[in-house]
């Protein structure tokens, strides 16, 4: 059980990991433009390497930008050679249908010691050839199997059952995330990991009745202090109290 976070913004990847909640990231092309780089490879080099420092030893998946076979091949390659913790992520399949993404998976992994995070599937059974091909992970997107009117938590449960009954090594990231109870629910269904958006993790965290919680303990524990002083003598009263001796009151002498 881990979370991953979506995200290529140094500053919010070092508020989670000094939580201590995150176990990886995830990028990909639109999320690093999202995050404001647009200086190309060079740049895409510069961020990167951040944040595999960052959160060295977890895992940085960072995304192949080709979708030509052996293009895929050198890319990958170079990509892996960054940080001894990136992960390469390469679509199971091309944007028209081709097929060769799975024979580079497999040249990768078992040729190449590239791990590779195989994204953008929908199914189960793309999951399962995915993993079979040797895959590290297997990126299942449940938000948008959801979009298209299934049930991802199907999909998960089938894929689990699928990995564990042949003893593939891959593990499952549920991924593209849309609402908090997601993580929990996808983790029940059989996900190793969920990936989320930094706003999907705050709101994990914070929750309005805990707020108002936290507000009555402060409110309480001022006002305790406040009739703590309040029933406090002061100390020089204490020095010139009388002391009753059941003649008459006496006052201690000062020093």
């Not at 990909?28 to 647009?38: E, H, M, R, S, V």
């Not at 929990?184 to 930094?198: D, S, Y």
């Amino acid at each position: 059980m881990a979370i991953f976070v979506d995200s290529g913004n140094i500053a919010e990847i070092q508020k989670f990991m000094k939580m201590g909640i995150l176990r990886g990231v995830t990028t990909n092309p639109t999320i690093l433009l999202k995050d404001g780089l647009t200086g190309g490879m060079s740049e895409i080099k510069k961020r990167t390497l951040a944040i595999a420092e960052t959160i060295y030893p977890y895992p940085l998946s960072i995304e192949v930008t080709t979708n030509d076979k052996e293009k895929m091949l050198v890319q990958a390659r170079q990509l892996a050679a960054w940080a001894d913790n990136i992960v390469v992520k390469i679509t199971i399949h091309g944007p028209d249908g081709e097929l060769h993404n799975v024979e580079v998976i497999h040249t990768l992994e078992h040729q190449h010691n590239v791990r590779v995070n195989v994204t953008a599937m929908m199914s189960a059974q793309q999951c399962l050839l995915a993993a079979m091909a040797g895959a590290t992970y297997v990126s299942l997107f449940c938000g948008r199997v959801n979009n298209m009117g299934y049930n991802c938590i199907d999909e998960l449960k089938k894929t689990r059952k699928l990995l564990d009954q042949f003893n593939l090594k891959a593990k499952i990231i549920a991924a593209s995330t849309r609402e908090i109870l997601n993580v929990v629910e996808w983790w029940e269904a059989g996900a190793h990991i969920v990936t989320v958006l930094p706003n999907i993790l705050d709101g994990m965290l914070v929750h309005p009745y805990t707020k108002e919680t936290v507000r009555q303990f402060l409110q309480d524990a001022l006002k305790s202090e406040q009739l703590i002083v309040q029933t406090q003598v002061p100390a020089t009263l204490k020095e010139i109290a009388p002391v009753h001796t059941g003649k008459k009151d006496v006052f201690p002498a000062r020093l």
